[in-house]
C-alpha cells in the first residue's frame, strides 16, 4: 500500500513540475530547465504511467499524443455567439471609430483602448469546467462550429488544467491558434524531402491540421495559441477590465500575446499600429492587423453590439497585397436569398503566401465599373483572410480576342428567371425555395439555432435529405420518417429516432423565432422580434400593407418593400401554409401582452443558473424590454442570483438592489409569456 502512495505521490509530483515547465515555456517564454532535462521528466512520468496505467488521467501530460481517429466532427452550438469585428482601412477609419465610441459613451476625455497582434490563425473557443479542459471547438459561422478538442488537447500552449485558483466554475477562453513561421518553414520542409504536398502558407496549414480527423496527426505539428478574450463566464467572477482579464489568463496558465499594451486616445492607438507594421517582418507568427478594444468592461457594455459585431472593438487591417494574372472566365453562384454573384476564374497567382485561382466580382454594377472583359490581365488584391477580388484591370494588355461578360438570363441552379430590381445592384433568382442553391441554404437557416433550432440537422444532413430528394422546402422536415432516414449515410435507427425527436420539439417555437426562420431577406433576429411584438400572428403580417409594416420600430421603406415582396410571392405563402398544417405553432402575442414590461429597467444576471442558460435569461428579459448589464450600480433594477454568485451578489446588497433567485426570475418570465 505504501508504496502505491509513493508511486501516486511521485506521478502527481512529476506532473506538476512538467505543467510548471510547460507553462514558463510557452505562455512567459523564461525557460528554467533545458530541454533535454524537460524530456527527462517526461519519459519518467511516462514509464511510470505505463507500469501503472490505472493513474492514467485524460489531464496528464502525457495524454497530448493524441488518440483513435475520429469518423467525424460533431456539431458543436456556442453558448455566446462568436462574433466577428469591424474593420479599418485608414487612419481616418480609426478616428471615425473612436468619434463613435466616445459619442456613444457620451464622453470627451480620450478612451483607453487595449492593442493587440491581430494574429492570421484559426479562431477557437476553449472550454474550461472546474478548470479541466472539456471541449475545443472552432468558430464556424460564430453560432455553430465543429467539436476539436482531441486536437487542441495535443497543443502545448493550451492548458489542460488550468493553473492556481479562484476561476470560475464554467470559463470559455478565446483565442487564435496558429502556426509559428519558424514551425512551417520547418514542416515544409520535410514535407518537400519527403516528396509529400506542402502547405500554401501558414493559416492553411493551422486550419488543415485542426481539422484532422486523427489528433495522432495533429501531436507531429508545432501549433501554437494567443487567447485574446472570453465568452461564457458561469459561477465565477472576472476582473472589469480587457487588460486586466488577459493578465488574469495568464496566471491561469492560458498564453497571451506579450506585445499587447494599453494606450490612451486614438493618436496613440494609430501609432501603436505603425510600431507594430515596423515589427511585422520580424515576428515568428504572420499577423494581418492590429486589434483595439475599449478597455473598460463597463464601457463595453453601454456600447453593445450590432448584429455580429461589437461596437467597443475594431480591426485595424495592414494594407492590401496584390498580384498581376489573367481572368480567364467569369461564372455566377446563387446565394441563399437568390442574390446571382459573378465570380472571376483566374490564372493562378501567388498573393501573400496564397494561391489564389478565384475571386469575387460582387456584381454586375462592378463589372462595368472595372470594365472588365474575359481576357483582361487583372489586379488582385488580398487583405489578410479576406476574399480576395480584382481591383484594377491593366488595358494596355486586352488581347483582341477578348468576350464580354453579361448577366445569364436564367438562373445558373434551377433555369429560373433572373430579375434584377430598379435601383438595386443585385441580380436575383425568382425561383425560391424551387430553386436547389437556396433551397439548402434555406433549409439550414430555418433549422439554425436562432431559429426554430432544431438539433442534430447539421448542414451534411440538409446536403443528403435535399440531394436525395426527401425535401424541398422546410416543410417537408416534419414529413420524414424514420425508414427514410436510416437509408442516409451515418444515420444509424438511434441517430434517426433522434432528429425526429428534435423535430417533433421545434413544432412549438415562437413567433420571433417563426418570422426569423423564414429567411426574408434583411430580417434579423431582432427585425423578427419586433415585427411580433406589432403584429401578434402570421396573419396580420402576411397581409400587412407597406405603410403599415413601416410602423415596425427599426423597419424602413427598404425593409418593407423585402417583407411586403416576400409575403406576395405564392412558393413562400404556400411554405407558410404547409408549415402551419405540419403542426408548427407558436403563442399569438395579444396587444396588451407585456412585450415591454420591463422597459426601463436595468438586470444583472450572477452565478450559475440552472433551470437556462446566462443567454436564453437575458434574451427573454431583453424581450420584455429589459435591459441586461454586466455590473451592479445604484441603477440596477434586479439583480438574479444562481449558484455561487460572488461579488454582484454582495454589491446588490451592499446597495440595496432587490436580488431575485432563479425560481422567481422564471416565475416572472412565465407570466409574460405570450
Not at 297 to 324: C, M, N, S, Y
Not at 536 to 550: I, V
Not at 611 to 632: C, D, I, P, Y
Request: net charge negative; hydrophobic share 40%.
Amino acid at each position: 500500500m505504501t508504496d502505491s502512495n509513493n508511486v501516486e505521490t511521485e506521478i502527481e509530483r512529476l506532473r506538476e513540475a512538467i505543467n510548471h515547465h510547460n507553462y514558463l515555456y510557452h505562455t512567459l517564454d523564461t525557460p528554467e530547465i533545458s530541454d533535454v532535462e524537460f524530456d527527462r521528466l517526461f519519459q519518467a512520468l511516462k514509464q511510470l504511467e505505463a507500469d501503472h496505467p490505472e493513474l492514467i488521467t485524460p489531464e496528464s501530460p502525457t495524454q497530448r499524443v493524441g488518440f483513435a481517429p475520429l469518423d467525424a466532427f460533431t456539431q458543436v452550438q456556442h453558448e455566446m455567439p462568436m462574433l466577428s469585428l469591424d474593420n479599418a482601412f485608414g487612419e481616418e477609419d480609426m478616428r471615425d471609430f473612436d468619434r463613435r465610441v466616445r459619442s456613444r459613451l457620451g464622453d470627451d476625455k480620450e478612451i483607453v483602448y487595449v492593442c493587440e497582434p491581430k494574429i492570421d490563425g484559426v479562431a477557437v473557443s476553449l472550454l474550461y469546467e472546474g478548470g479541466r479542459l472539456v471541449r475545443g471547438a472552432t468558430r464556424g459561422d460564430g453560432t455553430t462550429g465543429e467539436d476539436i478538442t482531441a486536437n487542441v488537447r495535443t497543443i502545448e500552449a493550451i492548458p489542460l488544467t488550468l493553473r492556481g485558483k479562484g476561476y470560475p466554475e464554467r470559463l470559455e477562453v478565446r483565442g487564435e491558434i496558429y502556426f509559428p513561421r519558424s514551425g512551417f518553414s520547418r514542416m515544409n520542409e520535410e514535407a518537400e524531402a519527403a516528396g509529400q504536398k506542402v502547405f500554401a502558407n501558414p493559416r492553411n496549414a493551422a486550419a488543415g491540421t485542426l481539422r484532422q480527423l486523427d489528433s495522432r496527426e495533429t501531436a507531429k505539428r508545432p501549433l501554437t495559441m494567443f487567447c485574446y478574450s472570453i465568452g461564457l463566464v458561469e459561477g465565477g467572477e472576472m476582473p472589469d477590465t480587457q487588460k486586466a482579464i488577459l493578465d488574469q489568463l495568464a496566471t491561469w496558465g492560458l498564453r497571451t500575446n506579450p506585445l499587447t499594451e494599453m494606450r490612451t486616445g486614438v493618436e496613440d492607438c494609430i501609432d501603436f499600429y505603425h510600431q507594430l507594421l515596423e515589427q511585422r517582418p520580424s515576428l515568428d507568427y504572420e499577423i494581418d492587423g492590429v486589434v483595439f478594444k475599449v478597455n473598460a468592461i463597463a464601457d463595453q457594455e453601454t456600447l453593445g453590439f450590432l448584429t455580429r459585431t461589437p461596437r467597443w472593438a475594431i480591426a485595424h487591417k495592414f494594407p492590401a497585397e496584390e498580384g498581376v494574372t489573367i481572368l480567364r472566365d467569369v461564372e455566377f453562384q446563387v446565394g441563399r436569398t437568390g442574390a446571382i454573384t459573378p465570380v472571376a476564374r483566374l490564372e493562378p497567382v501567388k498573393v501573400g503566401g496564397v494561391t489564389i485561382s478565384n475571386a469575387t466580382l460582387h456584381n454586375m454594377d462592378e463589372v462595368g465599373r472595372l470594365g472588365l472583359v474575359i481576357g483582361d490581365t487583372v489586379v488582385i488584391q488580398r487583405a489578410g483572410d479576406v476574399i480576395p477580388k480584382v481591383v484594377g484591370v491593366v488595358e494596355d494588355q486586352r488581347p483582341a480576342s477578348f468576350r464580354r461578360i453579361s448577366l445569364p438570363e436564367a438562373c445558373p441552379a434551377c433555369g429560373s428567371e433572373i430579375l434584377q430590381a430598379e435601383g438595386e445592384v443585385i441580380a436575383r433568382c425568382t425561383g425560391g425555395l424551387q430553386c436547389s442553391a437556396q433551397r439548402k441554404e434555406s433549409i439550414r437557416h430555418f433549422a439554425s439555432r436562432l431559429a426554430l433550432d432544431i438539433e442534430g440537422l447539421g448542414d451534411k444532413l440538409v446536403n443528403q435529405l435535399v440531394d436525395h430528394g426527401l425535401i424541398e422546402s422546410p416543410a417537408d422536415l416534419f414529413h420524414l420518417t424514420e425508414e427514410q432516414l436510416v437509408g442516409l449515410e451515418r444515420m444509424a435507427p438511434k441517430s434517426a429516432n433522434n432528429l425526429l425527436k428534435a423535430l417533433a420539439k421545434s413544432r412549438q417555437t415562437t413567433l420571433p423565432r417563426f418570422i426569423y426562420a423564414l429567411g426574408i431577406q434583411e430580417v434579423g433576429e431582432s427585425t423578427a422580434r419586433n415585427l411580433a411584438r406589432h403584429f401578434g400572428d402570421m396573419a396580420p403580417l402576411r397581409s400587412a400593407t407597406l405603410d403599415e409594416l413601416q410602423a415596425v420600430p427599426d423597419v424602413g421603406p427598404v425593409v418593407a418593400e423585402k417583407i411586403a415582396t416576400f409575403f406576395h410571392q405564392e412558393n413562400n405563402n404556400r411554405v407558410i401554409d404547409d408549415l402551419i398544417a405540419s403542426g408548427v405553432t407558436w403563442e399569438v402575442i395579444s396587444n396588451d401582452a407585456a412585450s415591454d414590461a420591463l422597459a426601463g429597467q436595468t438586470w444583472v444576471l450572477t452565478g450559475t443558473l440552472t433551470s437556462l442558460n446566462r443567454n436564453e435569461a437575458k434574451t427573454r428579459l431583453q424581450a420584455l424590454g429589459a435591459k441586461v448589464a454586466g455590473s451592479v450600480s445604484s441603477k440596477t433594477s434586479f439583480v438574479v442570483a444562481g449558484d455561487a454568485a460572488g461579488s454582484k451578489l454582495t454589491r446588490a446588497q451592499e446597495l440595496g438592489v432587490p436580488v431575485l433567485s432563479e425560481e422567481a426570475l422564471l416565475e416572472l418570465l412565465e407570466s409574460h409569456d405570450g
